[in-house]
């Protein structure tokens, strides 16, 4: 509510000199209008008077520069913002006709806004408590403070009622520790502890190749089964791949490992699946899915150098240690001779990744240097360059439109140099070498051998790292990161390297170790093969839940396309049926598309895009719909998160069955939270256009008078 507190104006002059010229100026007046000729009547004279004085004072008044203000007090009442959990793990709980009864309790003061929350925000009014059918397929409680952020509200309390079990999204922990009032939480769920077998964790390594042997592990949780024996099986595309048969622990947890050696590429569905047991409680925890791509085989990574060099056998020890990939190299020691006897073009073909290191060389021939080029420029090979001190700058101009920086004043005279990080760049995933302070890590560093040669880096590349000469930064290029047109580089301008491999962190030397691995990583990133990509929101779906894909499309040069033909063609691979979806752009080459179906079971699909009648390319993947609920996983109460959340926001933890104590704290928190505010406004008199019109009208009356009585 607004309402005016007080008024009053003010002048930049001396108010008595203001005073004392209002007064002068209405006695000339007077005194002008004593004798008129013609003479007129007294109430003629007494109204030109006053019009003339008005419009003095008036023209008086803009010298001193009057200014307007005003105060208006207004009186805030905040809103308490009440979030129910819409999702299914709510449904089967037997407090819940207390929501209800809660919400209408809470709906009943002012200011309260209600809303469900689940895989989306939904706001509920007073007649709306039956759209509240705890149905969503996730529980998100990110979007919570998302939509909040997103919506300008002045806020008293936010109140939470779940079971505390999240099955999307990001912890809410770090999100509510940011707010600056208080979380209440109400907590609603299955307290009692009931005889349960689950499988809580599954792990397996990120890479997993073709007829390379792995394991994939399990942690299982049992409840109130000490020494029951079960059966455990583990599958691949619903295919038996082995089971075994395990004795539960009196701690309650089992970890146990399966042999898994994959026959082909692609992505793998995977199951672990516990037996159920008669007198058990919840048994849609007793299967754990989830999906892998196995790769064709190792990350291939070929060392192409000039000649052989400390860089080189540092950098190929320090490859070799990941066994996530294969390494070879070519060494060049004469004329177009290399130091292994390997077939050179089925190297140059096979591989994914090239170094360059000190090459090309002067014993490089021009034919073996046009093939690296072709490599890169045509099949968009990526690769890393390193600029030895045997290198040969003539020869370096062959493949100089496919480095991110042009030479002049070539010289092979070098300079010791350290690197000084770019610090905008702090963040960039190829410079996350320290889990601490990242810049202090690169400035510990020993230093290296650079050319005094100029680099000029080319539009469109990345300097990462400039130098420090002689303790004085120098604006000159160390590190340069190129991504243009589907064709990624990195260019590091030194030579011995290596010595960076002797500084290490708490006595391991992981520095060098982790700058080379996050080149790789960003080298053979997916975004540099794929301009299509189309996929859906997860790969697990509840039964009746839409299926959402997203997709994005990009040209060769990686620029979106907002006008192209999406769609996707997915089949239930059970009985062969398929459903084509067509997508709908979003803009900046973001389609969204839904799949609806009541059908559970594994599905693939297959998306396109075209522009023009012209194919673009394609994706496809796996997905599966019904096999298992995460929502009804697991519906006992997490109470010690609500309390968490609570706590960290000076908030309460309430029971359902104290909704009434929350309820009654709802209507203390509208008395005692209404806070008013002054708003002080200001208007300037002088510069205000209707202040000059008003001036001007009152002279132009006196004017028109005195010509209609004929005054001089």
């Known amino acids: 509510m607004l309402a005016m507190e007080n008024i009053g104006i003010h002048f930049t002059g001396n108010i008595f000199l203001l005073i004392l010229g209002s007064l002068s100026a209405i006695f000339f007046t007077i005194y002008a209008y004593r004798i008129t000729i013609p003479n007129i009547s007294k109430a003629y004279k007494i109204f030109l008077i006053t019009i003339r004085s008005i419009a003095v004072l008036l023209l008086l008044l803009l010298i001193f520069e009057p200014i307007l203000t005003y105060m208006n007090k207004l009186t805030i009442t905040p809103y308490n913002l009440i979030f129910v959990d819409n999702s299914k793990s709510i449904s089967v709980n037997k407090n819940i006709n207390e929501i209800k009864s809660l919400i209408n309790n809470s709906n009943n003061k002012e200011n309260v806004n209600v809303y469900t929350f689940g895989s989306k925000i939904t706001e509920i009014d007073k007649d709306s408590l039956n759209r509240i059918d705890y149905s969503e397929a996730s529980t998100d409680f990110s979007k919570i403070f998302k939509f909040i952020s997103n919506n300008n509200f002045d806020i008293s309390s936010l109140t939470i009622i779940s079971d505390g079990n999240i099955t999307e999204g990001i912890s809410p922990i770090y999100e509510s520790e940011k707010l600056n009032f208080p979380i209440y939480t109400i907590g609603i769920g299955d307290t009692t502890i009931k005889k349960d077998v689950s499988i809580s964790k599954v792990d397996f390594n990120k890479y997993i190749y073709t007829n390379t042997p792995t394991q994939i592990s399990a942690t299982i949780n049992n409840t109130l089964f000490p020494n029951k024996t079960v059966y455990v099986s583990f599958f691949e595309d619903n295919k038996l791949i082995e089971r075994k048969n395990i004795a539960l622990t009196k701690d309650g947890i089992n970890n146990l490992s399966f042999d898994y050696l994959p026959a082909d590429y692609g992505e793998k569905k995977l199951s672990i699946k516990i037996e159920n047991l008669v007198v058990e409680e919840n048994i849609n925890n007793n299967t754990k899915t989830f999906f892998i791509n196995v790769l064709k085989s190792k990350l291939k990574i070929l060392l192409i150098s000039g000649s052989p060099s400390n860089d080189l056998s540092i950098l190929k020890t320090t490859l070799n240690g990941n066994k996530d990939y294969s390494v070879n190299s070519l060494t060049l020691i004469s004329n177009n001779t290399f130091l292994e006897k390997e077939n050179i073009n089925n190297l140059l073909d096979s591989s994914d990744i090239y170094f360059l290191i000190g090459f090309p060389s002067i014993s490089a021939s021009t034919e073996f240097i046009t093939k690296i080029k072709n490599k890169i420029n045509i099949e968009k090979k990526p690769f890393l360059f390193l600029l030895s001190n045997n290198i040969d700058f003539v020869m370096l101009n062959l493949i100089i439109d496919e480095l991110p920086f042009n030479l002049n004043n070539t010289n092979n005279n070098v300079n010791e140099v350290i690197p000084s990080v770019i610090k905008s760049e702090l963040s960039n995933p190829i410079l996350q070498i320290s889990d601490e302070d990242i810049l202090k890590s690169w400035n510990n560093l020993p230093p290296v051998y650079q050319s005094i040669s100029d680099f000029i880096v080319k539009p469109g590349a990345k300097v990462l790292s400039e130098i420090v000469l002689n303790n004085i930064q120098i604006k000159k290029p160390l590190i340069i990161s190129n991504n243009i047109a589907g064709k990624r580089s990195i260019s590091i301008l030194a030579s011995e390297i290596w010595r960076w491999k002797l500084i290490g962190e708490n006595g391991k030397n992981n520095f060098f170790d982790r700058l080379i691995f996050n080149s790789v990583k960003w080298?053979?990133?997916?975004?540099?093969?794929?301009?299509?990509?189309?996929?859906?929101?997860?790969?697990?779906?509840?039964?009746?839940?839409?299926?959402?894909?997203?997709?994005?499309?990009?040209?060769?040069?990686?620029?979106?396309?907002?006008?192209?033909?999406?769609?996707?063609?997915?089949?239930?691979?059970?009985?062969?049926?398929?459903?084509?979806?067509?997508?709908?752009?979003?803009?900046?080459?973001?389609?969204?598309?839904?799949?609806?179906?009541?059908?559970?079971?594994?599905?693939?699909?297959?998306?396109?895009?075209?522009?023009?009648?012209?194919?673009?390319?394609?994706?496809?993947?796996?997905?599966?719909?019904?096999?298992?609920?995460?929502?009804?996983?697991?519906?006992?109460?997490?109470?010690?998160?609500?309390?968490?959340?609570?706590?960290?926001?000076?908030?309460?933890?309430?029971?359902?069955?104290?909704?009434n104590e929350f309820v009654k704290l709802l209507s203390d928190k509208k008395m005692n939270n209404e806070t008013t505010k002054l708003i002080k406004s200001e208007i300037s008199l002088w510069s205000d256009e209707w202040f000059l019109i008003i001036i001007v009208l009152l002279f132009s009356i006196e004017w028109f008078i005195r010509k209609r009585l004929n005054m001089m």
């Open 523 to 659: 080298l053979n990133s997916d975004e540099n093969k794929k301009r299509i990509i189309i996929k859906p929101a997860k790969k697990l779906f509840a039964l009746n839940e839409d299926v959402e894909f997203t997709a994005q499309i990009y040209d060769e040069s990686l620029n979106p396309i907002s006008n192209a033909d999406v769609n996707a063609i997915v089949k239930h691979i059970k009985t062969n049926t398929s459903t084509n979806i067509n997508f709908t752009s979003k803009g900046n080459g973001l389609y969204e598309g839904v799949l609806q179906t009541n059908v559970s079971e594994d599905y693939s699909f297959t998306g396109t895009a075209s522009l023009n009648g012209k194919l673009l390319g394609n994706d496809s993947g796996k997905f599966n719909i019904g096999e298992i609920d995460q929502e009804l996983a697991n519906t006992k109460l997490n109470s010690e998160l609500l309390k968490l959340i609570s706590n960290n926001t000076n908030g309460l933890y309430f029971p359902i069955s104290k909704a």
